[in-house]
């Protein structure tokens, strides 16, 4: 069975959510993807 991951909606402010693009994007990460490296 492949990988699943369970889909959750997260409501965050435009001002963070811009943070955590341009931290993304210096990691080469996506949003997602960043988001799950900060909560592992």
């Known amino acids: 069975m492949a990988n699943q991951k ?11 959510y811009e943070e955590i693009a341009a931290w993304a994007e210096a990691d080469f990460r996506s949003i997602n993807g960043q988001i799950e490296y900060l909560l592992t």
């Open 6 to 16: 369970k889909q959750i909606p997260l409501r965050i402010s435009k001002k963070l």
